[in-house]
């Protein structure tokens, strides 16, 4: 390649045909957002999280993940829904776990991205992440022009809106960076204010001990009451703050290998009811496999607390006996079932 600028030009053109739908170049160097985030972990906002702590030098600067490296090609792809049932439906999963495991499909895109990269670049050296190390990919989209964080803690893809996936490879060419965005949030607080438990702190941030995403998928242990009536029909997630945004009106449906519906047409009391056995046939091959079969479990028992229908009941009391290390939270689900989930 002749220049930087023609360099850059072809990695894109190869990341589109990666099947990509966005690619931006940020330069090595600290990213923007450790004080914030720091902040955030001294609050506690972090819940169980702890991980989050570790290698905080290395989440802002990229470079510290691999030995040479000169700029980060940060990647999204969409996964927006064509349509989909309201978050209060029984059995609710987050879009972005309805469909195949979309760390397989970014890696592999990954791979055969930096091959192609090889091919035009041959002393090209790099390291592909989705999800796979401490890089905060947020705020690197942001630093490449894919978008800006939005009030609600999400990357806002302008023409994708926040339904994206992302994906990060760091390497040793000398890309040429692109520009930030302007924040397009303006004066909305739909979020903030649509959010069931009060989790968006309207900066940017969120507190996951309220938040029912990350109870219902990370969370390992109980769920406070005070949270239950709050709960809804929520399995696996909760995507409310992104279906009140104003930048996912009117998206096109994302891509085709990121849709689907991996638990079909299962219902609370299927869940309910399953071995450890069916749990690991539902969610091979998921991101539904982040939540446990504990988890799925517990999510199921406060779904049905919260649920009208009068079978799940009994449902609820036959579990007593063959899980009795959730007598507790069965005896609240049935006494909030017995009274129409108050």
């Known amino acids: 390649m002749d220049s930087a600028g023609d360099l850059t030009a072809a990695v894109k053109s190869l990341a589109v045909k990666a099947g990509f739908a966005r690619v931006g170049i940020a330069q090595a160097g600290e990213v923007r957002g450790r004080k914030a985030f720091r902040h955030w972990l001294e609050a506690g906002y972090n819940g169980r999280m702890d991980y989050l702590a570790r ?42 776990a309805r469909g195949r495991d979309y760390h397989d499909i970014l890696k592999r895109r990954c791979r055969n991205l930096m091959r192609s990269i090889a091919g035009i670049a041959p002393d090209f050296v790099a390291r592909a992440f989705v999800d ?60 903030v204010d649509a959010c069931p438990a009060g989790a968006l702190l309207d900066d940017g941030l969120m507190d996951a001990r309220r938040c029912l995403s990350y109870l219902s998928i990370e969370h390992r242990g109980c769920v406070e009451p005070e949270l239950w009536p709050l709960w809804g029909g ?74 009208p229908d009068a079978s799940l009941r009994d449902v609820l009391k036959s579990l007593r006996r063959r899980h009795p290390q959730f007598r507790d939270i069965l005896d609240r689900a049935i006494g909030r079932a017995a009274n129409d989930g108050v």
Not at 62 to 78: H, M, N, W, Y
Not at 153 to 159: H, M, T, V
Not at 259 to 274: K, R, Y
């Open 132 to 191: 796979s190390a401490p890089v905060a990919e947020r705020s690197l989209a942001a630093a490449a022009g894919l978008g800006w964080i939005g009030r609600n803690g999400c990357l806002l893809c302008p023409g994708l809106g926040s339904y994206v996936v992302l994906a990060e490879i760091v390497c040793n060419l000398p890309l040429v960076a692109d520009a930030p965005l302007e924040a397009g949030c303006g004066d909305c607080h739909a979020c």
């Open 55 to 96: 290698n905080l030098e290395k989440r802002f600067r990229p470079e510290l993940l691999a030995a040479g490296t000169r700029s980060v090609i940060c990647l999204a792809v969409s996964y927006a829904p064509a349509a989909s049932p309201p978050p209060e439906s029984a059995g609710f999963v987050a879009r972005y």
């Open 234 to 307: 929520r399995l696996f997630g909760c995507d409310r703050c992104q279906e009140v945004c104003p930048h996912n009106r009117d998206v096109q449906p994302g891509d085709d290998e990121l849709l689907g519906d991996a638990l079909g047409d299962v219902s609370i009391a299927d869940v309910l009811n399953w071995s450890r056995g069916d749990w690991d046939a539902a969610t091979r091959g998921s991101a539904m496999r982040r939540a446990t079969f504990e988890m799925f479990l517990r999510n199921a028992i406060i779904v049905a607390g919260n649920s």
